[in-house]
C-alpha cells in the first residue's frame, strides 16, 4: 500500500512541474546563454520558424555567427566524477532499494541534462515522507515534495522539425521536412490532491483519480518554398518567405482518460485491497504502416533590415490539418487487469497542427549588440531580451528571459576570440527542475568561424 500510493504520487509531481519546465529548451551555445537566450543573427528560434531567413545574408565581422559551434561539456565531467560509470548499478541515487534514492533529484536530472557545470544546484526535496496508518486511519505527508504538487491543470508540448534535407536554386527550395507534435496534460482530482498536497486523510469508498489527454504524431511533407529580397539591396531591404507541405503522416495516437484507485469501505486495512486500482478512457491510433495521414499547410514570413536594426516575424504550420483515413478506436478500461475493447475498427479523423511564431529585433551599432525575441512553439510562450557589448577581441554578455512558468531569469558572460576561434563563457538561472528555487547553470563552448 506504501509503495503504490507514494509512487503514484510522485509520478504526479513528475508529471505536473515537468510541464512547464520542459519547454525551456537545451541551449548549447554559451554566447546565446550569456545573452539571456536570445537569437541573434541566424541562429536558433531565428531561422527555425522564420522562412524569409533563408535569404537573408549573415553579418560578418566580429559581430557574425560562428560555422559551428562546439560544446564543451565540463557538466559531464562533474556527473561521472559523483556518479562513476563503473559503479552505476550500485549508485544509490539511482538503485530503488537505496535509502539514499530520491526520484525527485532523477527527475531533476531529466529536465535538466548535465551538458554544463551546476554552479548551484536546485534544492533537492529530502525523502521526509511520513506515513500514518491505522485500522480505519491512513495519511501520507510528502514533506517538502507537497508543494510540488500541481494545484492546477499542467501540461506540455512541442512541435519540431528534426530534419529538413534540400536543395535550393535562386531562392527556390525543394525540401523533404520530417515534423513531430507532442502535447500531454493532465489535472489532479479533488480528493488527491487534498490527500497528495494538503495531507488529508484517505476517506472511504472514495476515488482518487487523475484526468489525462495526450497526443503524438509525426511524418515527413515534401516542401517547396521560396525566399528572397523583394525590395532593397543587402544594406536596407525586406525580404519575404514561405512554403507549402503537403503533410504526410506515418502514425499518430491520442488517449483521454480518467485513472486512480478507490479506497474500500472501513476498515481500510480489514481485507486483502485496501484499494481498487481503476482507469477508463478512450484512445484513437493509426500505426506506422497504414494508411498516412495527408493535409497541407505553409510557413510564412517576413524580415526587415535597415542598416543596423533587423526586425523579423514568422508564423510556422498555418492550416496544418492532417486526415487520417484508417484510424481504430478503442474505449480502454483498467479493473485488475487492462482490456480494451472496439469502438471503430477503422474511421477517419484529423488532427491539427498548433501554429507557432517567432518575432525577432536586433540592433547592432559599433562594437554593441541589443536583441530580443519572442517565441510560441505551439505550448506557451518565452520571450528572452539580451545584449554583447564588445571591447578588441573580448566580448561582454547579458540578458533576462521570462520562461514558461513566468518566471523571470537572468544570463550573463562573456567571450575571448582569436583568429576565427572563439572561447565563450555564460552563466544563466533556470528552473527547469521540481523546486522552486531557481538554479545557476555555467556553460563554456567553442565557436569556428
Not at 491510433?285 to 510557413?299: A, E, F, I, M, Q
Amino acid at each position: 500500500m506504501r509503495t503504490s500510493v507514494v509512487g503514484f504520487g510522485l509520478v504526479a509531481l513528475a508529471v505536473g512541474c515537468t510541464a512547464p519546465a520542459a519547454a525551456q529548451g537545451l541551449f548549447t551555445d554559451a554566447r546565446r546563454i550569456g545573452m539571456g537566450g536570445v537569437s541573434v543573427g541566424r541562429s536558433g528560434s531565428v531561422s527555425r520558424f522564420n522562412a524569409a531567413y533563408r535569404a537573408v545574408p549573415a553579418r560578418s565581422g566580429l559581430e557574425g555567427q560562428p560555422k559551428v559551434t562546439i560544446p564543451i561539456p565540463l557538466g559531464l565531467i562533474q556527473f561521472f566524477h559523483d556518479h562513476p560509470i563503473s559503479h552505476l548499478g550500485d549508485d544509490p541515487t539511482f538503485n530503488p532499494d537505496s535509502t539514499g534514492f530520491n526520484p525527485v533529484e532523477i527527475l531533476n536530472l531529466a529536465l535538466n541534462l548535465p551538458l554544463f557545470y551546476e554552479v548551484k544546484k536546485a534544492p533537492t526535496p529530502t525523502n521526509d515522507v511520513t506515513i500514518g496508518i491505522g485500522e480505519n486511519f491512513f495519511q501520507v505527508n510528502l514533506g517538502q515534495s507537497a508543494m510540488l504538487v500541481p494545484l492546477d491543470e499542467f501540461g506540455l508540448g512541442f512541435s519540431s522539425r528534426p530534419l529538413d534535407p534540400g536543395i535550393s536554386i535562386k531562392g527556390v527550395r525543394v525540401s523533404v521536412m520530417g515534423w513531430l507534435h507532442t502535447e500531454a496534460g493532465f489535472q489532479l482530482g479533488d480528493t488527491l490532491l487534498g490527500f497528495l498536497h494538503d495531507s488529508v486523510p484517505a476517506e472511504h469508498n472514495a476515488p482518487y483519480e487523475v484526468q489525462t489527454d495526450g497526443i503524438v504524431e509525426g511524418g515527413f511533407a515534401p516542401t517547396i518554398g521560396y525566399a528572397g529580397r523583394v525590395w532593397g539591396d543587402t544594406a536596407r531591404g525586406i525580404y519575404l518567405g514561405g512554403a507549402v507541405h503537403y503533410y504526410l503522416g506515418a502514425g499518430y495516437a491520442t488517449v483521454n482518460g480518467l485513472g486512480g484507485f478507490t479506497t474500500t469501505s472501513a476498515p481500510f486495512f480489514g481485507g486483502a485491497t485496501p484499494v481498487t486500482l481503476d482507469g477508463r478512457g478512450f484512445s484513437q491510433y493509426s500505426k506506422p504502416g497504414h494508411k498516412l495521414g495527408h493535409g497541407v499547410g505553409g510557413d510564412v514570413g517576413a524580415v526587415w533590415v535597415s542598416g543596423p536594426l533587423e526586425l523579423g516575424v514568422g508564423v510556422n504550420d498555418i492550416g496544418a490539418t492532417i486526415t487520417w483515413p484508417d484510424t481504430r478506436q478503442d474505449s480502454v478500461f483498467y479493473h485488475d487487469s487492462l482490456y480494451s475493447r472496439t469502438f471503430q475498427p477503422s474511421v477517419e479523423t484529423k488532427t491539427k497542427l498548433p501554429v507557432s511564431y517567432v518575432a525577432n529585433l536586433a540592433y547592432t551599432i559599433g562594437t554593441t549588440t541589443l536583441a530580443a525575441d519572442l517565441v510560441n512553439n505551439g505550448r506557451g510562450t518565452t520571450l528572452h531580451l539580451g545584449g554583447e557589448k564588445r571591447l578588441g577581441l573580448v566580448a561582454l554578455r547579458g540578458g533576462v528571459s521570462r520562461d514558461q512558468r513566468k518566471r523571470l531569469e537572468l544570463g550573463w558572460g562573456g567571450g575571448v576570440r582569436l583568429g576565427g576561434v572563439s572561447l565563450d563563457l555564460g552563466f544563466w538561472t533556470h528552473s527547469n527542475s521540481l523546486s522552486n528555487e531557481r538554479a545557476i547553470t555555467m556553460a563554456t563552448s567553442l565557436s569556428i568561424y
